[in-house]
């Protein structure tokens, strides 16, 4: 339980941040500010309906515009967020899809293609439970949305940790649209571009989006002697929407969407962590590798949707009914040198640094499906206002994992199969009514089922054991998930609020049996969360700001133990889990043409069970935690959680000039987080002590904005940091992107 010095600093933070916000904004005189331009309204729907931002009593930010424009110009994947938005992480030991996202410290490490996470996505309104489907690239994109703390009452799914929200741009009654394209360092090609407009006026309406991007191979392969092997990748992706409007009260929107991937997995790199620091290894460099299976290395990726959300708005102060079906598919496979290096201790030459057995593995997804239907209710009846529905998904999934023999030229000696399916349905309710002009109160409750029927077996194993039988389990549980919330209007410019929420997390279920022979299931988790904040404008428009602070208990909290030894997962319950700290946010125009925002959090979180211990590293790395009950093991009791750093903390500033008709403009952002641990054990080897990465775009922008040039560059310091590990061979990891420099010209019409 945190200490009251821990709560009073944490509101003394939130309060003098709230005060830089205020200050910023200072120079202006309210005589000055009558010719000011104000930064104009946020809109966001974090409750399922559109509000200003800072009528919402939780934790969200929203992120468009200039600054989502600069940190996508590098042609990055959904990993680009990462530590741009307070207290939220990405990373992936999958490659540009399969993000693992963590907020406030909680996520999941698990890199199982079935493996169940606490922070949900949500893709125009219908949730990407498989964490491949939530690599479906960004594009066209209207708004970025992040919402902090449990979200279960209205999203649902999987949500105790917050919710990744996106919406793309809608088909407009209007003709427009727009195209762009840069090339960038590594023959990085990023082309985007839509066009939107109607087909019969003012009822019928579409939008077509595309996005290609692809980089050449651009890490050399010593081992093998070839140039530029490793880390391409093509990538393509379409969508099209039809608006049909016959009436002011009826309307459909069909979306219809595809992706395709090809190319090469996240490459791994054997002992390049200084054994005994957490230091690269002396002549690491990040565009070589020396391995002798990544000539087989192929990651490939499809996935295709569509969804059906319609409205009826039943008028003269009756409710709106809402109805979203949805159906996604993927399908993948990924071969990757998981060992990082070549040979083995038995079968020298080997290196780089000792490799005590080789590894090289595939993981495949020969059929995924997943159908989703909401419908709602909602609407306003004087000072009430409520949302009422029902929700069902229904998730079929097969998996197939390969074990290869490298000193055998990559010869097949293992294999197993999983098969998962899911159902689940919930009904779910939240009201707010307005106690006064100033006071608003809100609650919202929902129930939940869900079951899963699970089964795997292994057909063949790279160590000589038997194969196991057909190995069968069945979690069920149902929850009850419920907020509570109150904001008030202190000033015009001002709100404060509270907010308490339960979060649910399913039972998991994980079974990679080409290297194990048991099945792990974690039970139901739930997290309880306080919060509270304020939320405000100032200097007549010109400034915007939020702060909150936050405490969070969660209980049976579900972990893995990722590697320790064998290329598997092991699912673990954690008794309980704490996390406290406070997130800042502020935008401001101090001067005309000038904007600045700025972003920070801090997030304590902590392992509460006397009981837990799990098997370290099998790398020889220098554990620091005591021994566990059990020879070989730890005990991981008082511990950070995983990829949960205490800072992070972004800045961005854009600058523009008028020239003639047209202006120059100038944009810097930049994105920094503190120490972060790799896994639930403590080592001094498998940890990254911080990451600062910044971005520069500078171009001309010409009269209307029609069209624009700019040169860019991403991780401009080219900052070297480790974004995970390996743990159960050698000391491999996996790094962050290099610098990337480049151009792009845009135009709309």
Same mark, same amino acid.
């Given at each position: 339980?945190?200490?009251?010095?821990?709560?009073?600093?944490?509101?003394?933070?939130?309060?003098?941040?709230?005060? $830089?916000?205020?200050?910023?904004?200072?120079?202006?005189?309210?005589?000055?500010?009558?010719?000011?331009?104000?930064?104009?309204? #946020?809109?966001?729907?974090? =409750?399922?309906?559109? *509000?200003?931002?800072?009528?919402?009593?939780?934790?969200?930010?929203?992120?468009?515009?200039?600054?989502?424009?600069?940190?996508?110009?590098?042609?990055?994947?959904?990993?680009?967020?990462?530590?741009?938005?307070?207290?939220?992480?990405?990373?992936?030991?999958?490659?540009?899809?399969?993000?693992?996202?963590?907020?406030?410290?909680?996520?999941?490490?698990?890199?199982?293609?079935?493996?169940?996470?606490?922070?949900?996505?949500?893709?125009?309104?219908?949730?990407?439970?498989?964490?491949?489907?939530?690599?479906?690239?960004?594009?066209? /994109?209207?708004?970025?949305?992040?919402?902090?703390?449990?979200? !279960?009452?209205?999203?649902?799914?999987?949500? @105790?940790?917050?919710?990744?929200?996106?919406?793309?741009?809608?088909?407009?009654?209007?003709?427009?649209?727009?195209?762009?394209?840069?090339?960038?360092?590594?023959?990085?090609?990023?082309?985007?571009?839509?066009?939107?407009?109607?087909? /019969?006026?003012?009822?019928?309406?579409?939008?077509?989006?595309?996005?290609?991007?692809?980089?050449?191979? &651009?890490?050399?392969?010593?081992?093998?002697?070839?140039?530029?092997?490793? *880390?391409?990748?093509?990538?393509?992706?379409?969508?099209?929407?039809?608006?049909?409007?016959?009436?002011?009260?009826?309307?459909?929107?069909?979306?219809?969407?595809?992706?395709?991937?090809?190319?090469?997995?996240?490459? +791994?790199?054997?002992?390049?962590?200084?054994?005994?620091?957490?230091? $690269?290894a002396t002549g690491f460099k990040r565009?070589?590798?020396?391995?002798?299976?990544?000539?087989?290395?192929? =990651?490939? #990726?499809?996935?295709?949707?569509?969804?059906?959300?319609?409205?009826?708005?039943?008028?003269?102060?009756?409710?709106?009914?809402?109805?979203?079906?949805?159906?996604?598919?993927?399908?993948?496979?990924?071969?990757?040198?998981?060992?990082?290096?070549?040979?083995?201790?038995?079968?020298? @030459?080997?290196?780089?640094?000792?490799?005590?057995?080789?590894?090289?593995?595939?993981?495949?997804? @020969?059929?995924? !499906?997943?159908?989703? =239907?909401?419908?709602?209710?909602?609407?306003?009846?004087?000072?009430?206002?409520?949302? #009422?529905?029902?929700?069902?998904?229904?998730?079929?999934?097969?998996?197939?994992?390969?074990? $290869?023999?490298?000193?055998?030229?990559?010869?097949?000696?293992?294999?197993?199969?999983?098969? =998962?399916?899911?159902?689940? &349905?919930?009904?779910?309710?939240?009201?707010?009514?307005?106690?006064?002009?100033?006071?608003?109160?809100?609650?919202?409750?929902?129930?939940?089922?869900d079951s899963k029927d699970f089964l795997?077996?292994?057909?063949?194993?790279?160590?000589?054991?038997?194969?196991?039988?057909?190995?069968?389990?069945?979690?069920?549980?149902?929850?009850?998930?419920?907020?509570?919330?109150?904001?008030?209007?202190?000033?015009?410019?001002?709100?404060?609020?509270?907010?308490?929420?339960?979060?649910?997390?399913?039972?998991?279920?994980?079974?990679?049996?080409?290297?194990?022979?048991?099945?792990?299931?974690?039970?139901?988790?739930?997290?309880?969360?306080?919060?509270?904040?304020?939320?405000?404008?100032?200097?007549?428009?010109?400034?915007?700001?939020?702060?909150?602070?936050?405490?969070?208990?969660?209980?049976?909290?579900?972990?893995?133990?990722?590697?320790?030894?064998?290329?598997?997962?092991?699912?673990?319950?954690?008794?309980?889990?704490?996390?406290?700290?406070?997130?800042?946010?502020?935008?401001?125009?101090?001067?005309d043409r000038l904007m600045l925002t700025?972003?920070?959090?801090?997030?304590?979180?902590?392992?509460?069970?006397?009981?837990? +211990?799990?098997?370290?590293?099998?790398?020889?790395?220098?554990?620091?935690?005591?021994?566990?009950?059990?020879?070989?093991?730890?005990?991981?009791?008082?511990?950070?959680?995983?990829?949960?750093?205490?800072?992070?903390?972004?800045?961005?500033?854009?600058?523009?000039?008028?020239?003639?008709? !047209?202006?120059?403009?100038?944009?810097?952002?930049?994105?920094?987080?503190?120490?972060?641990?790799?896994?639930?054990?403590?080592?001094?080897?498998?940890?990254?002590?911080?990451?600062?990465?910044?971005?520069?775009?500078?171009?001309?922008?010409? @009269?209307?904005?029609? &069209?624009?040039?700019?040169?860019?560059?991403?991780?401009?310091?080219?900052?070297?940091?480790?974004?995970?590990?390996?743990?159960?061979?050698?000391?491999?990891?996996?790094?962050?992107?290099?610098?990337? /420099?480049?151009? *792009?010209?845009?135009?709309? +019409?």
């Open positions: 339980m945190k200490s009251p010095a821990s709560i009073r600093a944490m509101l003394v933070a939130s309060v003098s941040l709230s005060a $830089f916000a205020l200050a910023l904004a200072a120079p202006h005189t309210a005589a000055a500010a009558d010719d000011a331009t104000t930064l104009g309204e #946020v809109i966001v729907t974090a =409750q399922k309906k559109s *509000e200003n931002i800072n009528d919402v009593p939780l934790s969200v930010t929203a992120v468009s515009g200039q600054k989502l424009d600069a940190i996508r110009s590098g042609g990055g994947d959904i990993r680009m967020l990462s530590a741009r938005i307070p207290s939220l992480t990405l990373e992936s030991s999958f490659g540009r899809t399969f993000p693992r996202p963590y907020i406030r410290g909680l996520g999941n490490t698990d890199f199982d293609i079935n493996a169940s996470q606490p922070v949900s996505f949500i893709y125009d309104e219908v949730v990407l439970e498989n964490p491949v489907l939530k690599g479906f690239p960004l594009f066209d /994109i209207a708004q970025v949305e992040v919402l902090r703390g449990p979200q !279960g009452t209205l999203f649902g799914r999987n949500t @105790p940790a917050g919710v990744l929200k996106f919406e793309s741009a809608k088909p407009t009654k209007e003709f427009e649209g727009y195209g762009s394209a840069s090339y960038a360092t590594f023959s990085t090609m990023n082309l985007e571009g839509a066009v939107s407009g109607p087909i /019969i006026a003012d009822v019928l309406s579409a939008r077509l989006s595309g996005l290609y991007q692809r980089r050449s191979d &651009w890490v050399d392969n010593t081992r093998s002697g070839d140039k530029n092997d490793s *880390e391409g990748y093509d990538q393509y992706a379409l969508r099209g929407q039809l608006l049909y409007t016959p009436t002011a009260e009826f309307s459909a929107l069909l979306n219809l969407h595809y992706q395709h991937l090809n190319g090469t997995p996240r490459v +791994f790199r054997a002992n390049i962590i200084q054994r005994g620091t957490n230091n $690269f565009d070589t590798i020396s391995q002798d299976a990544q000539s087989r290395a192929i =990651q490939k #990726v499809e996935s295709s949707g569509a969804n059906l959300k319609l409205t009826y708005d039943f008028g003269d102060g009756m409710p709106a009914l809402t109805s979203i079906t949805a159906y996604e598919r993927v399908d993948t496979y990924s071969r990757a040198d998981i060992d990082g290096g070549f040979g083995a201790s038995f079968a020298p @030459p080997f290196g780089p640094g000792f490799i005590p057995f080789p590894s090289e593995s595939a993981d495949g997804v @020969p059929f995924h !499906g997943q159908f989703t =239907q909401e419908i709602r209710l909602a609407g306003d009846n004087g000072p009430l206002g409520y949302t #009422v529905g029902a929700f069902y998904f229904n998730e079929s999934i097969k998996i197939d994992s390969y074990s $290869f023999n490298t000193l055998a030229g990559g010869a097949l000696d293992g294999r197993a199969y999983q098969s =998962q399916k899911t159902e689940s &349905w919930a009904v779910f309710a939240n009201l707010d009514y307005d106690v006064s002009e100033q006071l608003n109160v809100a609650g919202g409750i929902r129930y939940s089922d795997a077996q292994r057909t063949r194993s790279p160590f000589g054991a038997p194969n196991t039988a057909v190995l069968r389990t069945s979690p069920n549980s149902s929850d009850v998930s419920f907020n509570v919330s109150a904001t008030y209007a202190a000033t015009e410019d001002l709100n404060l609020y509270a907010r308490v929420a339960r979060g649910y997390r399913a039972p998991s279920i994980q079974g990679r049996l080409v290297f194990g022979d048991t099945l792990s299931v974690a039970k139901k988790e739930t997290v309880m969360s306080y919060e509270a904040g304020v939320k405000g404008t100032a200097a007549e428009g010109r400034a915007r700001f939020d702060a909150s602070v936050f405490y969070y208990r969660a209980n049976d909290l579900q972990v893995t133990a990722v590697g320790g030894g064998a290329n598997f997962n092991r699912l673990l319950n954690a008794d309980k889990a704490t996390g406290y700290g406070f997130e800042f946010n502020a935008e401001a125009e101090p001067v700025a972003g920070l959090s801090y997030n304590h979180t902590e392992l509460q069970d006397p009981a837990l +211990f799990t098997q370290p590293c099998g790398s020889g790395c220098t554990v620091r935690d005591p021994a566990g009950p059990i020879a070989g093991t730890v005990r991981i009791d008082g511990n950070n959680l995983p990829n949960a750093p205490r800072w992070i903390a972004s800045v961005t500033a854009g600058y523009s000039w008028p020239v003639g008709e !047209g202006s120059v403009f100038v944009f810097s952002d930049w994105a920094y987080r503190s120490k972060i641990n790799f896994f639930l054990y403590e080592s001094t080897e498998y940890n990254d002590a911080k990451l600062l990465e910044g971005g520069l775009r500078i171009g001309y922008r010409a @009269p209307g904005e029609a &069209w624009e040039v700019a040169a860019f560059g991403r991780n401009i310091t080219n900052d070297k940091s480790l974004e995970g590990g390996i743990d159960f061979n050698n000391l491999t990891g996996f790094v962050n992107d290099p610098r990337t /420099i480049g151009v *792009e010209v845009k135009a709309k +019409f």
